[in-house]
């Protein structure tokens, strides 16, 4: 796996909350109708639990009704994506690695809630720590959680990760703090 | 004169004195002063100059209505035209130039228009520059654009960056004054997360001036006390210099918060746009007093009267040492009293009302301020400032009683609501005929989604207002005649009177936004913030019906103008645009791309080496490419799997062609049709197992393509069951292109690359050097290419390992441009060139794409309409130029003959052309009547520099036409 390299390659960047880029990480697609039984008990015997909506619970993130994102070591990725497939063969699913397609940031900081609240149109004030918002981040499509009140992840497209980095920068630079949600 | 007073100024610090610059002169003002207050401390009560006359004109308010007191503020990347000098906050340092005149403010040429204001009447430009037609171009156009303007356009990038920022909450309040204040402590208290903004940067509205007392304190410790209790409730947000700016649907509302204006600083943005949601609206944005309508009511030194006692009690500045008011309401006389109570003269109140309350007259009387009762000002006397007025009776046509010297006059003729914020989204108003003003009408409030009111209205905005018992007062005095009305400004800034409203009745422009138009009333930066109303009244009365029956004009938002950067936000520079780059994207900017935009893409147009020209480099990479070997970063062609037991199916429905026959391990090309036949989409769909494929789709067509799919998929067979997934970013793709492609590949090891193992049209998985991948045999060249796939995250690793392994070869890397010419040379068409959501399959000659086994496809029965099966429908053909020459992109092939337009009759248009170095000729296709059946012909192309280039119609297979090249 050494020819592997994240698309920000390790970027940083410190203003009044820290972005950077959370390096490789390994995440799997799972497409299926989350209400069905079969479904469920599929996934339940590779050790997963479907999270109720907008939860991301042990890595496991749900992402629509039909939709979960499985997140975990870059270099697990392939064979859990195999092994959920293997456990899946007999229900109308779709499984796949989409590690690559995408690039991690973590933003960490007391002021994490204000530089996402410049960018994305999410009541960050009363969003719980672990429920995913899979919403717009300037102008492209982006998905985020809260670990804590000052640690978030973002996931972009791998495309826009410079993009992505940039607006986090521009807005995390000191002298612009809002001054709303440090109360 | 105005000047500064000894003593007093609530929000002045006279201890922090500021240096700033007015036309280059240097002048001292205080901290807490506005740009406004600070030139009136130093008599210069001349600020500009009229948009159309070029009148002298001073300040006439205090706030955000200001029509007159624009200016040019700030320097260099920091420059900014129109910003009124009464909201502007003055700071240490800042550089402010008037505006409109030249060559300077004291003596202005452009105010010999006002010697022709006659000439310059109502729809002047409508009427006058209408013939001879020639004359608009060369001779109207250059006069009126050496007129026209008030600011100066900054000529340097903006110096500043602005931001957005989102925000939700229960209650928003839009105007920090005490009917704000108090609509946000009852809703915190109600446990609402609550937002306040406030547009000054100090709180409490003019209740302070006014000396309002609220529950029993006087409103200044009022308000303190509020603040802190709000200040200290984690559920509310106190935002000032943040204006209210508009109401949109589903309560969404833009805050324009100002943070730097007032303190310029390098690492702070200097407007931040606030985003906000709110559950419930509440405006409490008080009101603005009108101006007057009497003769001269625009010299320097006529104000507002509530403006007078502004800058008299804020800022200790008093507009002159003798002040008239002139008033048609009770409201007024509060500015006699605290002029009185300054210190100051004030020698008459003129009172248009038949009668007036004798304690109001005896308590003036006792300050020694006579009240003149159904009096008028007849004409305000001076030049460029007021000297005097002269008086006479309201119900008279003018002839003068007596006259006052005075240098102030200060007027009211009533206030009106600030409706804009409940008009916004459609809250409706109601004219009140009793206190002579439109205010919200509480029964038809801006509706949301469950059809209730989402706006409420409380304080002065709503109507609650104390001005006593208001006259209606339109034109001072009534029976004014056509010279006096002639000088009766009702929009100051852009120079519309009481005559020009009533010629645009006159000539029939009867509904109010017709006479708007006509007249430009209200159609300045201040939007008719003081002319709305008095214009309509105007109006009205020319119309002989009545106010509530004229309307006013449409209130659309932001409420002033806020800037181009708070609106851009982030978006500049870098990050204007989310910029794609592929894996592999930082490697070809270090070897000499030279970049081509493809959608949100960058890709290398072709690599440049030094000293290389584009076109000679292109030509290099066709060439190295079809002698031996060529790469090309493929990763922004799209690539969506489709899973499921429909999938086939599905997919036979989305292509025009079978694709639910292809066997696992084989590719096909597709193509794709809108439901109305159009050529929408094309590529190469790979069968992976039983119930799975993958589609490759253009570069531009991935996400689209993939909303497509879901569209089809969610809304019209939603019980079909397949899944899709765009994993365009998961791959980087690289096409490795030329004879020596599998030498190349095989020096690498790993994985059978034969003919035998891999056909042409077919794919596998396995390994090439430690790369895992998954090999496509399909071209696009012509010649022999393998599209390789790895995972992103390794496409530079793999790029750069066969950069390695081909140098024995030559192998050189390849852009877009070599793409598309080695494409030509097969007569492969390209989405986007041959198509133009104009094309149908069958225009290109891809009829043998359309299934005919299938029972339905989408485009299928579009495509038996009768325009869709014309058989004179252009069809495409290979153009060859009879002297070599390359064909002028777009051209078209003329006929004998005109159309009915008076245009050549045109029988065809090229849609791709190219100088081919393989054949050393120019070669292109194109779209030609009856074209596959004129085989040989020559057409004529005329070129835009009136000469005409010559094509033969040929095969649009240029480059080995059997194929022998692709499969081997």
């Known amino acids: 796996m050494s020819n592997a390299m994240s698309v920000l390659e390790g970027a940083v960047s410190t203003g009044f909350v820290t972005v950077r880029d959370a390096g490789l990480t390994g995440m799997v697609s799972v497409r299926a109708d989350l209400t069905d039984a079969a479904t469920v008990a599929a996934l339940s015997s590779c050790g997963i639990t479907v999270p109720v909506v907008r939860q991301i619970v042990d890595g496991v993130a749900w992402m629509a009704p039909d939709e979960l994102l499985l997140v975990t070591e870059y270099a697990d990725a392939p064979a859990l994506a195999q092994k959920v497939q293997a456990a899946m063969a007999d229900t109308h699913a779709l499984v796949h690695v989409v590690s690559d397609a995408r690039a991690v940031l973590r ?77 | ?93 800042m550089a402010a130039r008037s505006q409109n005149h030249w060559p300077s403010l004291e003596f202005d040429v452009g105010a010999i228009n006002a010697k022709f204001a006659r000439f310059l009447p109502a729809g002047f430009y409508y009427k006058t520059f209408l013939y001879p037609r020639h004359f608009w171009k060369y001779v109207f156009e250059p006069i009126i654009r050496q007129s026209a303007g008030l600011g100066a356009a900054p000529k340097e990038a903006d110096a500043d960056t602005y931001e957005h920022f989102y925000a939700f909450c229960d209650v928003l309040v839009v105007g920090g004054g005490i009917a704000g204040l108090m609509a946000a402590r009852d809703a915190a208290a109600d446990g609402k997360r609550v937002i306040v903004l406030e547009q000054n940067g100090h709180w409490g509205g003019r209740a302070p001036v006014d000396g309002a007392v609220v529950e029993g304190k006087p409103a200044d410790e009022w308000v303190s006390v509020t603040l802190q209790a709000l200040e200290a409730n984690d559920n509310v947000t106190l935002r000032d210099r943040c204006m209210g700016a508009g109401v949109y649907d589903h309560g969404y509302v833009l805050g324009y918060e100002r943070i730097t204006d007032h303190a310029p600083a390098n690492d ?94 005896s308590k003036f009387s006792d300050l020694g301020v006579e009240v003149k009762v159904a009096s008028a000002i007849a004409k305000v006397k001076g030049k460029d400032r007021v000297t005097g007025v002269a008086i006479c009776a309201q119900d008279s046509n003018g002839s003068v009683s007596t006259t006052i ?49 989402f706006v409420s209205v409380v304080g002065w905005a709503n109507g609650e207002i104390d001005q006593g018992d208001i006259a209606p007062v339109w034109i001072m005095p009534q029976g004014a005649s056509i010279e006096t009305r002639n000088k009766m400004w009702l929009d100051f800034q852009n120079d519309v009177k ?114 290389e020209s584009v076109e000679d480099a292109v030509n290099r990479e066709i060439t190295n490419t079809r002698t031996s070997l060529g790469l090309l970063d493929a990763s922004t062609l799209g690539k969506i799997v489709v899973k499921g037991p429909d999938a086939g199916k599905f997919l036979d429905m989305l292509y025009t062609n079978m694709m639910s026959n292809l066997k696992p391990g084989k590719c096909r090309y597709g193509l794709m049709c809108s439901e109305n036949g159009f050529l929408m989409d094309d590529g ?116 750069e390992a066969l950069m390695e392994a081909g140098e024995p070869f030559g192998i050189t890397p390849y852009g877009t441009e070599a793409l598309h010419v080695m ?58 130029t009879v002297d070599g020459s390359v064909l002028p992109d777009g051209a078209y092939a003329v006929a004998d003959g005109h159309n009915e337009n008076g245009q050549r009759n045109m029988i065809g248009r090229v849609t791709s052309t190219y100088y081919s170095p393989t054949l050393d000729r120019g070669i292109a296709m194109g779209l030609v009547l009856h074209g596959p059946d004129r085989m040989g012909e020559v057409l004529a192309f005329p070129r835009v520099d009136g000469t005409v280039a010559y094509a033969r119609i040929v095969s649009p297979v240029f480059y080995d036409p059997e194929g022998e090249k692709q499969n081997v």
């Open chain 1, 107 to 183: 933003v960490e900081g007391a002021g994490t809630k204000e530089a996402l609240a410049k960018l994305c149109p999410v009541d960050l004030a009363t969003l719980a720590p672990g429920e995913v918002r899979r919403t717009r981040l300037a102008q492209v499509a982006a998905a985020f959680w809260l670990e804590d009140a000052e640690n978030a992840q973002i996931i972009c497209f791998r495309s826009v990760a410079d993009y992505v980095f940039g607006v986090l920068q521009m807005s995390a630079r000191k002298g612009s703090e809002v001054g709303v949600f440090t109360r």
């Open chain 2, 1 to 93: 004169m105005s000047f500064r007073l000894p003593s007093g100024g609530r929000l002045i610090d006279r201890t922090s004195e500021l240096k700033f610059t007015f036309n280059g002169r240097i002048m001292r003002g205080f901290a807490g002063d506005t740009l406004a207050s600070a030139l009136l401390a130093r008599d210069q009560m001349l600020m500009g100059r009229s948009f159309k006359y070029h009148r002298p004109r001073g300040v006439v308010a205090s706030g955000a209505e200001e029509p007159n007191a624009l200016m040019n503020i700030g320097e260099g990347g920091r420059f900014e035209p129109n910003q009124r000098a009464t909201t502007a906050e003055l700071f240490d340092g």
């Open chain 2, 268 to 361: 702070v943005p200097r407007h931040r746009l606030w985003r906000i949601r709110a559950g419930h609206v509440v405006t409490a944005t008080g009101a603005l007093e009108r101006p007057l309508s009497f003769a001269g009511n625009d010299l320097p030194g006529v104000m507002l009267a509530s403006a007078v006692r502004d800058y008299v009690v804020n800022h200790a500045v008093a507009p002159g040492k003798r002040t008239v008011v002139v008033t048609n309401n009770d409201d007024a006389y509060r500015t006699a009293e605290v002029m009185v109570n300054a210190g100051l003269s004030v020698p008459a109140i003129i009172d248009a009302r038949p009668s007036v309350d004798e304690a109001l007259i």
């Open chain 2, 405 to 453: 010297e005075c240098d102030a006059v200060a007027m009211s003729g009533g206030w009106s609501p600030v409706v804009h914020l409940w008009s916004h989204c459609g809250g409706k108003l109601t004219w009140d005929e009793d206190q002579a003003m439109f205010r919200p009408d509480p029964n038809r409030p801006p509706t949301n989604q469950t059809g209730e009111g």
């Open chain 2, 498 to 611: 009481v005559s020009d409203v009533q010629l645009a009745a006159q000539e029939g422009f009867e509904s109010v936004e017709h006479a708007k138009r006509y007249t430009t009333l209200g159609m300045a930066t201040d939007q008719g913030k003081l002319s709305n109303i008095n214009g309509l009244a105007v109006l009205a009365d020319a119309l002989d019906t009545g106010i509530p029956q004229v309307g006013t004009t449409t209130f659309r938002p932001p409420y002033t103008p806020i800037s181009m950067g708070a609106i851009a936000g982030e978006a500049r520079g870098e990050i204007f645009q989310p910029l794609r780059r592929t894996p592999m994207h930082a490697w070809h900017e270090k070897n000499g791309a030279h970049w081509e935009p493809v959608g949100h893409w960058r890709r290398p147009y072709c690599f440049q080496q030094p000293g």
């Open chain 2, 684 to 799: 190469v769909v790979a069968r992976i197992d039983e119930d799975t494929w993958l589609c490759h789709t253009t570069t531009g067509g991935a996400d689209r393509i993939h909303a497509w799919m879901e569209d089809w998929l969610q809304c019209e067979w939603w019980d079909w069951k397949v899944w899709t997934l765009n994993l365009t970013e998961q791959f980087a793709q690289v096409a490795v292109v030329g004879p020596n492609a599998r030498t190349m590949l095989e020096t690498l090891g790993g994985m059978d690359l034969s003919a035998q193992a891999l056909p042409f049209m077919g794919w596998a998985d396995g390994k090439i050097g430690d790369f895992n991948v998954r090999v496509y045999r399909i071209s696009f060249s012509g010649e022999l290419s393998y599209e390789i796939s790895v995972p992103a995250s390794e496409g530079l690793a793999f790029w």
């Open chain 2, 823 to 880: 494409r030509a040379e097969k007569g492969f068409i390209m989405i986007g060139d041959e198509t133009d959501g104009t094309v149908i399959p069958q225009d290109l000659g891809l009829n043998w794409a359309l299934s005919k086994k299938k029972e339905d496809f989408l485009g299928n029965r579009a495509h038996s309409r009768s325009h869709m099966a014309d058989p004179t429908r252009w069809k495409l053909v290979g153009l060859e």
